[in-house]
C-alpha cells in the first residue's frame, strides 16, 4: 500500500527505543498493530485485538489480532512475538495449538512470516520496506473462500428481500380478501397498534410489521440459539398469532423454500463465532443491511444504524461521572432510572448490562433500565441481544420485562408529572409496560435518536410521522425563541431532545448523540436558548464530520457514522436548584481532519474527567460557537422577524417591514424552462395529469392514502394532494408566464401560480401573480450561512437564486392592488436625523444599503454575523458617495441585458460538415478564455471580471453553468420534455458572456472605489 507508512513506522520505532523503551513486543507492539490498522483500514477491514474464539482442534486461543469485515467475519490473523523469542519455534508452538493457518502473519519486530492456505507464502525483513509492504497487502487482501460465499450469499440475499417483500405482500393483499381470519386479526392488530404505538399507524404499516416477522423469524433467532424467543415475548407472540392464520402450508413452503438456503448459510457463518461481543456485532451488521435492503426509506426515517462502542461506552461512563458528580449518586444506585428511547439492536442497555457492577445488575435489569422501540425488527434484536448480554454476564436468563414496543414521541403521558395515559395496549403486557415505564422519575435518558432531518423532497413519500403533541411543545419553546426565519425544527433528533427534556425528572440527564447542527445553526437559536434556561450544565463533545461544510472530508472516512451531517455527543444537566442563571456550558470539538476510527480511539481510551473543556458564554443572539466581537449590534438591522409580523401598523425599528425567501417551486423542472413554448406545454401535461388523478379518486373508493394512491409521474407535494382533496381545479393561463430569476444573470420563463410553485412565501405581495405591470425591485442577500452575497432583482427570484434568498423589496403590493412603501418612516427618520439631512429618500436609502452590502471591508468585518443574521447597516461617511455607488450598481446589474457588450474576440474554427460541434462552455480564466463549445471560444476576459463572484461561482460562471446540457432528473420530464439543446441558445449565450463581462468589470471599478 504505501512504503512511506512502513517508513513512518520504523521511524517511530527508532524513537521509542532512542527514548528508554525497550525492544520487547510490548512496547512495540502498538506502532506495529497501528500499521496493520492503516493497511486494513484501505480495504475496509479492521484490526480487532485479542478476541477469544475456539480453534480447529477446540482448545480455547486469542490471537494478537483478527482481521475483520463489517460483517464481522475473519479475514486473516496477527501474532507478535519478541525479538528474543524463537520465532519459528513460536510458529510451530501455535500451530500445534490449533492456530488458523489460512491467512496468518506472525512477526518479531526484525522478521515477519506469512502463512497462507496453510503455506508458508512469504517472508520479508523489517529493515526491507519493499517486501514488507508486499508482504502486509498480500496479508490484507487475502478473502477467504468461505468468506467469499458468504458475502456473496448475503448480496444474494440483499437482491432479493424486495423480491421476498413483495411476494409477501402480494399474498397477504390476496388473504385479506380471501381469508376472513386473517384480515379479522390483522384489523385487530391495527386497532391495538393505533392505541398503543402511534395513532396515526396505518394498515400499511401493520402489513409490513407481519412481512418483517414472516421473513426473519428464524433468521435472527438462530444466531443466538433462542428459539424460544418467538413463544416467550409479548409482541412475537402476537404477530405469530396473526402471522399463523395465512402463513401455513404451501404459502409457507414456498416463501421458505426461498429463504432457507440463506439463512442456512448466515446460521452457519453465526455458529463459527464464539465470542458474544462479537456475536452480537454480527447480529447488527446482518439487521442493518438487511433492513437497508428490506425498505431503504424507511431505514433512513427511522435512523436505522447502530452506534459504535466505543461512542456507546464513552457516553456511559460520562454520564455515570456526571450523575455522581452533581447528585452524589451512581448509575448502579437505586433509584437511578435509567432509559433509552430509541434503543435500536440495544446496544446502550446492554453495554449498560456489562458496565453496572453484578452485584447491582439483578435489580436494575428488573426495575430500572428502560428502552423503547417502534420497529418491530430492532425491537426483536433489541430483545435478543439485551436478553442474551444477561445471560452470559450472570449466568442465567431472565426475561427482560422493561423494553416497549412504543412510539416515544407518541407517549406523552407520563404519570409522575401528572399526566396519566389511558389506552388498552397493543397486547396487555406491553400496555402495562408503557404504563409501568410512565410511572417512573427518569433521572438519565441516553440514546441515538433518529435524525433524518425533513425528507430532502415530497415526492419520496417518505415523510416522518406527524406528532402533534411534541411538535406544539417545540413550537411553543424552541421556535417561540428564535428569531430565524425558516424554522426546520420538526427533524426527528430536535423532537427527541424536547421529549427527553419534558420526560426528565426534577433532577436529571439526557445523554444524546445526534446531528450537531444545534451547536450552530441560525434556527437552532431558540433550541440553544431554551435549553440553556432549562438546564444548568451543559457539555458537548463535537465530533465534526461535517461534510457539506467543509468538501475535504469524506463521509466514511472522518465521520463517526458514515454521513454527511455532523455529529456531536451532548450532556444536557438538570438540576432543581439551578436558579435563573442560564446553563454553563462546556464545549470541546475533536480536530476537523480526524478520522473517524481516530475519534473512536479517542473515545475509546479518554475519561470524561481529563476532557480539557472550553467554557462558554453564548452572545445576546444564542450564538455558542464562533462568536464576533465587533459593534454589530449597534448597527441598523435591515429587517426582523418579529417587524415583520408586527400586526398592530405600528411600524418597526427597521429598514425594510416585510421581506420573504425567493420562491420555492420544489419543482423546478416542471415550472421553469428555457423556452415558453415548451414551458407552456410541460404545464399544459402537469395540469392534465392532476385532473385526471383528481376525478378518479372522486371516483375512488378512497379507501388508499392519497399518496400512495395518485400516479407520480408528476411532482406531488402534500399540497399538491391537499388541493386534489379540495378538488382545486387547475387551468393554464397565459398571463402567468413571467421572467423568473432563477440564478444570478439568469432569467428563465417560470409558471407564476401559487398552487404549482410549492411555496411561493411573499412574493405574490411584492411581484403579483399575473400582473406584469406592478413594477418593483428588491435586493436579494444570501442567508445559508455560507459566503455572503447581495443582488437586486426586478422580477421573482427563485429560493436559490443566489445562495438562499432572502429578499428586501421597496415596495409591496396590497390586497387591494395598491402598492405600499417598504422601506419604513422610521428609517427614514434615522438617516435624515443621522446625516443631517431632510432631502435624503427612500430610494436613496435603498442605494446606500445596496452599496453597503457589496463593501468589502464590510463583508470582511461582520462575515460571521452575515453567515448567521440579516445585515445590519452602518452609517459611513458622505451619505450621497454611498447612495450613487449603489444607485449605479443596481442599474448594472438590473439593466445586464442591455449594458454595451465588453468587446470580447470570438474565434470560430472552420469545421467541415460533418463535424459535430458539442458544448463546452468551460472558464480557462488564466487564459482570459471561454471555451463556448467545441467550435468557438471567446478571448479576452480580462482578469478582473472573474473576481466578481456571488457565492460559488463568479457572474460569468453562473451563466455558463445554467447553459450547459443536463439530463433531467424528473423521469417524465428527461421522457418527454428534454427538448433544450444549446446549440439553439448559442449566439444569446455569447451576447449575454459579454453584457455580464461588461457588468462585472464594472462592478469591480465601482467597489474599488469604496475606501
Ligand atoms: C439511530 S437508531 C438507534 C441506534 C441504537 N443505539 C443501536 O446501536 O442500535 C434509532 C432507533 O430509533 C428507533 N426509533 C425511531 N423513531 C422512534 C420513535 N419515535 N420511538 C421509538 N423508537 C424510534 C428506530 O427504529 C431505530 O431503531
Redesign the pocket.
Known amino acids: 500500500m504505501s512504503i512511506q507508512l512502513i517508513q513512518q513506522y520504523q521511524a517511530k520505532v527508532e524513537q521509542i527505543i532512542r527514548y528508554g523503551g525497550s525492544r520487547n513486543e510490548g512496547s512495540l507492539r502498538k506502532p506495529f498493530q497501528d500499521l496493520l490498522e492503516q493497511y486494513a483500514r484501505a480495504r475496509n477491514l479492521v484490526l480487532v485485538a485479542e478476541v477469544e474464539m475456539d480453534s480447529r482442534k477446540g482448545t480455547r486461543i486469542r490471537p494478537d489480532g483478527v482481521l475483520k469485515d463489517a460483517l464481522r467475519q475473519d479475514w486473516g490473523y496477527w501474532e507478535s512475538k519478541d525479538e528474543k523469542d524463537d520465532l519459528e519455534a513460536e510458529i510451530k508452538a501455535k500451530f500445534n495449538k490449533g492456530y488458523p493457518s489460512f491467512n496468518i502473519l506472525f512477526e518479531d519486530t526484525q522478521r515477519a512470516v506469512l502463512y497462507q492456505s496453510g503455506e508458508r507464502a512469504m517472508e520479508a525483513a523489517f529493515s526491507d520496506p519493499k517486501s514488507l509492504d508486499v508482504l502486509i497487502s498480500l496479508w490484507v487482501g487475502y478473502e477467504p473462500k468461505e468468506v467469499a460465499e458468504f458475502h456473496k450469499a448475503i448480496e444474494l440475499f440483499s437482491a432479493e428481500v424486495g423480491g421476498l417483500a413483495e411476494a409477501l405482500r402480494a399474498v397477504i393483499g390476496e388473504q385479506v380478501t380471501g381469508n376472513q381470519a386473517f384480515a379479522q386479526a390483522l384489523e385487530e392488530f391495527l386497532e391495538l397498534a393505533k392505541k398503543a404505538i ?1 395513532p396515526k399507524i396505518e394498515m400499511a404499516d401493520v402489513r409490513e410489521m407481519v412481512i418483517q416477522h414472516v421473513l426473519t423469524e428464524d433468521i435472527f433467532m438462530r444466531v443466538f440459539d433462542e428459539a424460544e424467543f418467538h413463544r416467550e415475548n409479548v409482541i412475537a407472540q402476537k404477530l405469530t398469532e396473526v402471522a399463523g392464520t395465512f402463513y401455513k402450508g404451501e404459502t409457507k413452503r414456498n416463501i421458505h423454500a426461498r429463504i432457507a438456503p440463506y439463512y442456512e448459510t448466515i446460521n452457519a457463518r453465526a455458529s463459527q463465532i464464539s465470542d458474544h461481543h462479537e456475536k452480537q456485532k454480527f447480529l ?1 451488521a446482518l439487521y442493518e443491511s438487511f433492513y437497508k435492503a428490506y425498505n431503504p426509506k424507511a431505514a433512513d ?7 459504535p462502542d466505543e461512542i ?1 461506552r464513552f457516553m456511559i461512563e460520562s454520564a455515570d461521572h456526571l450523575v455522581f458528580k452533581h447528585f452524589g449518586r451512581t448509575l448502579g444506585d437505586r433509584g437511578v432510572e435509567i432509559l ?9 442497555i446492554t453495554e449498560l448490562i456489562e458496565y453496572l457492577p453484578a452485584q447491582q445488575l439483578e435489580y436494575k435489569y428488573e426495575h430500572e433500565l428502560h428502552c ?4 418491530i425488527l ?1 425491537y426483536y ?2 430483545n435478543l441481544n439485551i436478553e442474551y448480554t444477561y445471560k452470559q454476564k450472570m449466568g442465567r436468563f431472565k426475561e427482560f420485562e422493561n423494553i416497549c414496543f ?5 407517549n406523552m403521558g407520563f404519570e409522575h408529572t401528572g399526566k396519566q395515559l389511558n389506552f388498552f395496549g397493543l397486547t396487555d403486557e406491553n400496555a402495562e409496560r408503557i404504563t409501568r415505564q410512565n410511572s417512573k422519575p427518569i433521572m438519565l435518558v441516553i ?5 433524518n432531518a425533513n425528507q430532502a423532497n415530497e415526492n419520496e413519500n417518505n415523510k416522518n ?1 406527524e406528532y402533534p403533541e411534541i411538535d406544539k411543545r417545540i413550537k411553543d419553546t424552541y421556535i417561540y425563541h428564535s428569531t430565524a426565519q425558516k424554522t426546520k425544527l420538526y427533524d ?1 433528533y430536535a ?2 431532545y424536547r421529549w427527553a427534556s419534558d420526560r426528565l425528572d426534577k433532577n436529571g440527564i439526557i445523554a444524546f448523540i445526534t446531528n450537531s447542527s444545534f451547536l450552530d445553526s441560525k434556527t437552532f437559536d431558540g433550541f440553544r436558548k431554551v435549553v440553556s434556561d432549562e438546564f444548568s450544565h451543559i457539555y458537548i463533545v463535537d465530533l465534526g464530520g461535517n461534510i457539506r461544510k467543509n468538501s475535504k472530508l469524506s463521509g466514511p472516512l472522518h465521520n463517526v457514522f458514515a454521513i454527511q451531517t455532523g455529529v456531536a455527543i451532548a450532556f444536557f444537566v438538570k438540576t432543581e436548584k439551578k436558579g435563573k442563571n442560564p446553563a454553563q456550558i462546556f464545549y470541546v470539538r475533536r480536530n476537523e481532519m480526524e478520522l473517524a476510527t481516530e475519534k473512536l480511539d479517542y473515545l475509546h481510551s479518554t475519561k470524561f474527567s481529563e476532557i480539557k473543556f472550553e467554557h462558554i458564554s453564548p452572545d445576546k443572539s444564542n450564538n455558542w460557537l464562533n462568536l464576533a466581537e465587533n459593534n454589530w449590534d449597534d448597527l441598523i438591522p435591515i429587517a426582523s422577524k418579529e417587524g415583520k409580523s408586527e400586526k398592530s401598523g405600528r411600524e418597526p425599528k427597521t429598514i425594510f417591514k416585510m421581506f420573504s425567501l425567493g420562491i420555492a417551486t420544489n419543482r423546478d423542472e416542471w415550472v421553469y424552462d428555457e423556452s415558453p413554448e415548451t414551458l407552456e406545454a410541460k404545464i399544459k401535461y402537469f395540469f392534465g395529469l392532476f385532473e385526471s388523478e383528481k376525478k378518479r379518486w372522486t371516483q375512488s373508493d378512497k379507501k388508499q392514502a392519497v399518496n400512495d394512491f395518485v400516479n407520480r409521474s408528476i411532482k406531488w407535494t402534500s399540497e399538491l394532494e391537499a388541493h386534489l382533496l379540495r378538488g382545486t381545479q387547475l387551468d393554464f393561463s397565459n398571463e402567468k408566464i413571467v421572467d423568473g430569476m432563477y440564478r444570478p444573470f439568469v432569467k428563465r420563463p417560470l409558471y407564476y401560480d401559487t398552487v404549482i410553485v410549492h411555496r411561493p412565501y411573499q412574493q405574490p405581495n411584492f411581484f403579483p401573480i399575473g400582473r406584469k405591470s406592478a413594477e418593483n425591485y428588491a435586493i436579494c442577500v444570501n442567508v445559508n450561512g455560507k459566503e455572503f452575497n447581495a443582488l437586486t432583482v426586478n422580477s421573482v427570484p427563485d429560493l436559490h437564486f443566489n445562495g438562499d434568498s432572502q429578499c428586501f423589496p421597496v415596495y409591496r403590493y396590497a390586497e387591494d392592488g395598491l402598492r405600499v412603501e417598504n422601506i419604513t418612516d422610521w428609517a427614514l427618520g434615522q438617516f435624515q436625523k443621522h446625516y443631517k439631512d431632510k432631502k435624503i429618500t427612500k430610494e436613496d436609502i435603498f442605494h446606500y444599503v445596496y452599496a453597503v452590502l457589496h463593501y468589502p471591508a464590510y463583508r470582511a468585518k461582520y462575515e460571521i454575523n452575515l453567515k448567521r443574521e440579516f445585515p445590519r447597516i452602518p452609517f459611513y461617511e458622505d451619505f450621497k458617495k454611498w447612495a450613487a455607488w449603489g444607485q449605479r450598481l443596481m442599474e448594472l446589474h438590473l439593466d445586464y441585458e442591455t449594458v454595451e457588450p465588453y468587446p470580447l474576440k470570438v474565434e470560430t474554427l472552420k469545421v467541415s460538415e460533418t463535424f459535430r460541434v458539442s458544448p463546452r462552455l468551460i472558464a480557462r480564466k488564466g487564459r482570459g478564455e471561454i471555451e463556448i463549445d467545441t467550435q468557438t471560444t471567446l478571448k479576452g476576459v480580462p482578469a478582473e471580471a472573474w473576481d466578481y463572484r456571488l457565492g460559488t461561482y463568479s457572474a460569468l460562471e453562473w451563466i455558463l453553468e445554467r447553459y450547459k446540457e443536463k439530463k433531467p432528473k424528473d423521469p417524465t420530464i428527461a421522457e418527454k420534455f428534454n427538448t433544450y439543446c444549446f446549440a439553439d441558445y448559442k449566439e444569446q449565450v455569447i451576447d449575454l458572456l459579454a453584457r455580464v463581462c461588461t457588468v462585472s468589470v464594472e462592478t469591480m471599478k465601482i467597489v474599488k472605489e469604496m475606501p
Open positions: 402511534n447488527k426515517r427511522l435512523g436505522i444504524v447502530y452506534t456507546v433509552d428511547p430509541a434503543t435500536g439492536t440495544g446496544t446502550f423503547n422501540e417502534v420497529s430492532p434484536i433489541a412504543v412510539d416515544t414521541l407518541d440514546g441515538n435518536p433518529p435524525y410521522r426527528m423532537r427527541f
